[in-house]
């Protein structure tokens, strides 16, 4: 690694406090950092999009691991001119862009392949991951960190209690497995809860946008009621019985209890029907 400040000397002298209102919780561990960098896989040759880098301790990493160029989103200004020294110590190999992550386009910013490497802010890992989703087949993989209780739901089986339509939207588009969980410890300041890295790789074969928006309809539907059979939480699509039967799936079921493919029948099933 390049011969830069400790992490912890560069949030001082860039008054890098925390923000509450950013989801801000710093990881300092460099040991840390480079064991999520490497849980990421092969970074040689790679463009990786990091979002809200703070003091830049997983932008080290990537980089020390061999990142071909990182491109860090990051919305807090002070921690914009804190990364301007890891730019000069790894010229030519980092970007930083001062954004909301959430108007950003990551498959315009960087060139394949690509892949999406980041400690979110708390409060905007869901619908960037959701963003995510849609495009996934532009990236060869995602290891993000969320708050371990969302981190659960994204990788959720059938049956349990965290599965719904975060579950069902992340697996039906990429393999997801939980690779790391960290204490609050970990974080300066350490959050209320544990956090917890998920590494997603996506389906070589993506579902085309109108079986996309027929999944969203189904998906919806059953999770909006989930406590209803699926006989009645489906009656807003307007045939609820026959796509069922179509899918050979129980009316009496309810919505956790089916598996992926299952959905997607439902979704074609809709699509077959006009909905």
Request: charged share 20%.
């Amino acid at each position: 690694m390049a011969d830069l400040p400790t992490l912890a000397a560069t949030v001082a002298r860039h008054g890098l406090a925390a923000r509450k209102s950013l989801g801000q919780h710093f990881l300092l561990d460099e040991a840390l950092c480079t064991r999520i960098a490497r849980l990421a896989g092969e970074l040689e040759g790679r463009h990786v999009l990091e979002v809200g880098p703070g003091p830049g301790g997983l932008t080290r990493a990537l980089l020390a691991n061999g990142a071909d160029h990182v491109h860090a989103v990051e919305l807090d200004s002070r921690a914009v001119a804190a990364l301007a020294e890891l730019s000069e110590a790894y010229p030519g190999r980092l970007t930083v862009t001062e954004a909301d992550a959430l108007r950003v386009d990551p498959v315009a910013m960087m060139p394949a392949p690509r892949r999406i490497i980041a400690n979110l802010p708390y409060n905007v890992g869901s619908p960037l991951l959701i963003g995510w989703l849609a495009r996934a087949g532009a990236f060869e993989s995602m290891t993000l960190m969320f708050q371990q209780e969302v981190a659960e739901r994204i990788v959720a089986a059938p049956d349990t209690e965290g599965y719904g339509r975060m579950a069902v939207a992340a697996q039906w588009r990429c393999t997801a497995h939980l690779v790391l969980r960290l204490p609050p410890g970990a974080f300066s300041p350490p959050p209320k809860v544990w956090s917890a890295v998920v590494h997603l790789v996506p389906h070589a074969a993506q579902p085309d946008p109108v079986l996309a928006r027929a999944m969203e309809r189904v998906t919806a539907a059953a999770f909006g009621q989930r406590r209803k059979m699926l006989r009645g939480s489906l009656k807003s699509l307007g045939h609820a019985e026959a796509l069922l039967g179509d899918a050979g799936i129980e009316p009496t079921r309810r919505a956790e209890t089916l598996t992926v493919a299952e959905f997607e029948t439902l979704a074609r099933g809709l699509l077959a029907r006009g909905g």
